[in-house]
């Protein structure tokens, strides 16, 4: 039975069910062809952040999984019945036309006299069809909807051509966020490239003499991390909560090797406590403990405020007659260095653990502290052209969400967009 309408629709659109917005799909065995290769998109083949299918597996029919019988065209819709609150969401791109889905998803093939395919996919999109989806849930550990529950769900019908222009805009979104996306990627590894340069050869052309740290110019030290700190300090052991008088900061807090002030947890101290653990501009936050992708985890505090720190954290202040703390923080955060410093890591069966004396232990280079900030310099260039870009693809994310609403539900008119 359909449920309820959720919300006031426009005279000109009517109101349905998914299922009668769609047409009947097959299923296909690919263990009948043996010897020939299909594409194969299993349950965890479709990103819920880009809402594509972004993993599809070429896989010989004789080796076909018992689930995998969802014959799928061009423009069907797909729709995670397995724990559908993480929204897997996507639609089928020319490329994978004929390939096999998993049972884990309903297979929505739109009838193109009354739906177009790309609106609902946006409809199955917003919180409204979520929320009803997570509402039909059955089982705790394997939680899941049946396709039934699915093509049962209201489903409001625009005129076709309606359709087709809140389609369009919303796909004309998804493809600038894609855009953005692409830019932060390649920006990304164009900084990892020049800061893997300026840490091997620096910038004054220099030859370079073979250390145990690898390459460098010649002009260059290789000295222990430890002989160039003025503190290597353990944070505070108490539990963090959503009330107190100073925040608290945790390894959430360390993004992209900055520190920053959301999604923060407060903790009740005396003022002693306050002034020994105390962070100050320029201090790096090492993350000591925690699983071996995250141990070695490192951010620079360069923002206002008055924060704390755990005691996962180990706070390093360096001697800036010596080493530039940004300099550190730079290097620290290059794939080759984070490789390094999980090699130093003492591991148990979940956790891996570097100590302050083993870090203090750890060789880096020394330029000229003149050198060390013209690399710097450098490094903050790149940085600002990927905040800038990462700040874009929020704004474009946000945009998404708001035109998903308001388009679906009709409260912003096309008008508004010039159709």
């Not at 390649?186 to 990892?192: G, N, R």
């Not at 990927?386 to 009709?410: N, S």
Request: glycine share 4%; proline share 5%; hydrophobic share 40%.
């Amino acid at each position: 039975m359909m449920n309820s309408k959720p919300y006031p629709l426009p005279d000109t659109w009517t109101e349905s069910t998914i299922g009668k917005a769609v047409v009947k799909t097959k299923q296909r065995d690919p263990r009948k062809k043996p010897d020939e290769v299909f594409q194969y998109v299993d349950v965890s083949a479709v990103s819920n952040t880009s809402f594509k299918i972004t993993g599809a597996t070429p896989t010989l029919g004789s080796e076909a999984p018992s689930r995998a019988r969802k014959a799928i065209e061009t423009d069907d819709v797909l729709f995670a019945t397995v724990r559908p609150t993480l929204k897997r969401i996507a639609l089928v791109p020319s490329e994978l036309d004929g390939a096999i889905a998993s049972t884990g998803y309903c297979v929505l093939r739109c009838d193109l006299t009354k739906t177009e395919p790309g609106f609902l996919y946006s409809f199955l999109l917003t919180d409204h069809f979520n929320a009803r989806m997570a509402g039909l849930e059955r089982g705790a550990s394997y939680p899941a909807v049946r396709d039934s529950d699915v093509t049962a769900s209201w489903f409001p019908l625009p005129p076709l051509p309606e359709q087709k222009k809140i389609a369009h805009i919303l796909s004309m979104v998804q493809r600038a966020i894609e855009m953005e996306e692409r830019i932060i990627q390649t920006t990304t590894e164009l900084k990892k490239a020049i800061m893997h340069k300026l840490f091997t050869e620096g910038l004054r052309n220099e030859p370079q003499k073979q250390t145990e740290i690898g390459l460098v110019p010649e002009s260059w030290e290789v000295v222990e991390l430890g002989d160039m700190l003025s503190l290597a300090q353990y944070g505070m052991s108490v539990k963090g909560n959503s009330e107190g008088n100073y925040p608290i900061l945790r390894m959430t807090n360390q993004v992209d090797g900055q520190i920053v002030d959301r999604n923060l947890q407060y903790v009740e101290i005396s003022d002693a406590d306050y002034a020994k653990f105390k962070v100050e501009r320029g201090d790096i936050l090492f993350n000591r403990t925690n699983s071996l992708d995250l141990v070695g985890r490192t951010a620079i505090f360069d923002i206002e405020g008055e924060f704390l720190f755990a005691s996962y954290l180990i706070r390093l202040r360096t001697n800036d007659r010596q080493l530039d703390p940004f300099f550190l923080n730079s290097y620290f955060n290059t794939d080759e260095i984070q490789a390094r410093l999980k090699s130093i890591a003492t591991r148990a069966i979940s956790q891996s653990n570097i100590s302050a004396s083993r870090l203090k232990g750890f060789p880096v280079p020394k330029p000229s502290l003149e050198e060390q900030k013209e690399i710097v310099a450098q490094a903050k260039v790149l940085e600002r052209k990927l905040a800038v870009h990462r700040y874009q693809l929020e704004q474009l994310k946000d945009l998404f969400r708001t035109l998903l609403h308001e388009l679906i539900t009709a409260k912003t008119c096309l008008n508004v967009f010039g159709f």
